[in-house]
């Protein structure tokens, strides 16, 4: 097996930009839901997605792999990566982008707790714990303050959604983990939450109301690079550097996306920044970084 390189010039590079990437994506989102009902988008988005990701592995002379053992896994992570998304569509139409980054972007929180019950070898160290206390608490703060400065966007279903996301995501990184699609490859386990979900998501579009609001071409586009950017080539550049470098290195950078979706929120969308924001914000961020912080191994004596 490979040895894992620690991050050299290509991958900060690389991870930089995804992370723009990412952060761009809940202000395109909302963009879009404003021509598209937001789980019909969602629905399109997986169904075109799948289809991105089936030709990638095509490509790579990779196919399906529906192995024995594997179908009741590939559902139940189409499920919940189903309501991932339902929660985050749903959360951006409803809410302002800042509240909603600083939420759903709380998922290593939630992931490190799950982790320490379900994870061997994943139990939190003094030092996780202050930070699943301080993004915890940066994240009730964001809830429980309902004076956002722009009147109508501190909607307490938004906020809800948004944290249904955050523990869809955690659903889904964790069932990758303990269930028999950790037999599979990455890119399998995407075509498993990206085919499940698509059906299961144009099916709920049903009880949000009309499919089409006041569509235009940039709605299209919009939808687009959600699709092709973000649900294929983004996550399959993301772990094409998780099979390179190391994944402590990597998770290093979780904090950068919600730093910068918050800061796109306030100059595509002109939403407010305030020290109160900066504030909750950052205790999410530092949280993260806590979490993900891998300890030095101690020198041995020479002797």
Known sequence: MEEKRNLNALGVGSLVVISFLLGLNHVVIKLTNEGLQPVFAAGLRSFGAAFCVWLWMKFRGQKLDYRAGTLGAGLLIGLVFSAEFLGLFVALDLTSVTRTSVIFYSMPVWTAI???????????????????????????????????????TANIWGDVAALIGAFGWTGVAILARITSLNRVSPEMQMFWQLSVSAP???????????FIRDVTTWHWIGLGYQTIVIAA????AWFWLLNHYKASAISSFAFLTPVISVGMGWL??????????????????????????VPRPRRQPAG
């Not at 070898?121 to 400065?149: C, H, M, N, Q, Y």
């Open 268 to 293: 595509v969308l002109n939403e407010p920044m305030s020290v109160s924001i900066v504030a909750k914000l950052a205790m999410v961020a530092v949280g993260i970084v806590l979490i993900n912080r």
């Open 200 to 210: 299961v998501l144009l099916g709920a579009a049903f009880l949000f109301g009309p």
């Open 114 to 152: 799950a982790a320490h019950f379900l994870l061997p070898g994943e139990r939190l160290t003094p030092l996780k714990f202050t930070g699943l206390a301080l993004a915890f608490a940066g994240v009730a703060w964001a809830i429980a303050d309902r004076d956002s400065g722009v009147a109508g």
């Open 233 to 236: 080539g983004a996550f399959l």
